[in-house]
């Protein structure tokens, strides 16, 4: 065969591997969602937002692998109680055992080591003890969310290969080259940025502090430097996510239906989808803003106190505003460990 028609070939089913990640990145966003609604959970947003994570590592997981997930992030929201309830009346404490698991999180993920098990322990360490502090229940709630989401996240990835089976071995996202400094330096900046919120949170009890701690989240465990054009563009897709859940938010309010939702975060999902699956460094930027889609809407429509229109609007931009200080400070702290 002609060395141009294998060439041809490969890009062929290159693209064709790139449509199937997008549509799976859709499907599970879109029906992971609509379930969530459905069930009447009090965090519709958490099964599309893990199985987005799940699919963005490019490969298929096992049942094995499928069972870790859900076992660690078990073991996880026991942890994240257990510290709440164990060091809820001493905040300075509570504070300092909180920041040393996200530091310890934020290094796994700078050096590319046990990144799954980094990211479920970031998520729960920050948000339940925050949550605590305001209510158990909530907290609670929120803590039933993640474990049932986690199991259902699995099952749409394993749904979304399924349905759009992959076409050749995708290769896995390159790591970031980091020396252990460089490590250090990103470890320490992104817990500084995130622990500036939670203490903020702490002390000035917030609604959106659940979806601007998620959000900014979703921003610094991406792999992509916040320098330059990267940061610009992590806020352009943060800011173009916000947007397309408002849109969506009163399209949907206008339409109350399960379909019509399906078919909003499908397309919505597709959009964002498309552009992570052409990888490269524009990649974690489209999954950033597709995750903060998925957390502004899931929040508005979730059966906790419901927002009107205007108060929703409100919401997303604190959040968007939230954004930019996350990214700018991380941005800054980042030049500044590393130069020390």
């Not at 799954?116 to 229940?137: C, D, K």
């Not at 400094?181 to 470890?187: E, G, I, N």
């Not at 399209?251 to 964002?272: E, R």
């Not at 429509?301 to 931009?317: E, I, K, Y």
Request: aromatic fraction near 8%; charge should be neutral; glycine fraction near 8%.
């Amino acid at each position: 065969m002609p060395v141009s028609a294998t060439t041809e070939l490969v890009e062929s089913d290159n693209a064709r591997e790139r449509h199937a990640l997008a549509f799976r990145i859709a499907f599970a966003a879109a029906v992971g969602l609509t379930l969530g609604e459905l069930l009447g959970w009090d965090f519709p947003f958490l099964p599309p937002m893990l199985a987005v994570q799940l699919l963005s590592e490019r490969g298929p997981i096992g049942v094995k692998q499928g069972l870790a997930f859900v076992a660690v992030m078990l073991v996880a929201c026991v942890f994240a109680v257990l510290v709440a309830q164990v060091f809820i009346d001493s905040p300075f404490v509570l504070l300092l055992v909180v920041s040393l698991v996200t530091f310890l999180a934020f290094l796994l993920l700078a050096r590319g080591q046990a990144a799954g098990v980094a990211a479920t322990f970031l998520i729960t360490t920050a948000v339940v003890p925050l949550l605590a502090g305001e209510s158990m229940s909530v907290a609670y709630g929120f803590i039933h969310s993640l474990i049932a989401g986690s199991a259902l996240a699995v099952l749409l990835t394993f749904a979304a290969h399924a349905f759009f089976p992959m076409r050749v071995q995708a290769e896995p996202p390159s790591a970031l080259a980091h020396d252990e400094r460089d490590s250090v330096a990103l470890a320490l900046a992104n817990t500084a940025v995130l622990m500036s919120l939670v203490i903020y949170f702490m002390l000035t009890p917030s609604p959106v502090s659940i979806v601007l701690v998620l959000t900014v989240i979703s921003i610094l465990r991406q792999p992509a430097e916040l320098g330059g054009g990267t940061a610009v563009g992590l806020i352009l897709g943060n800011l173009v996510g916000g947007l397309a859940a408002t849109v969506a938010y009163l399209l949907i309010t206008l339409l109350p239906s399960p379909a019509f939702l399906l078919l909003v975060v499908l397309l919505v999902g597709l959009i964002f989808g498309d552009r992570t699956a052409r990888g490269g460094e524009s990649g974690p930027i489209y999954t950033a803003g597709l995750m903060t889609f998925l957390i502004l809407l899931g929040l508005g429509l979730s059966p906790l106190p419901q927002d009107s229109g205007t108060l929703f609007v409100a919401r997303v931009f604190d959040v968007m505003v939230g954004a930019v200080y996350a990214i700018s400070i991380a941005n800054l702290l980042r030049s500044a460990f590393r130069a020390r």
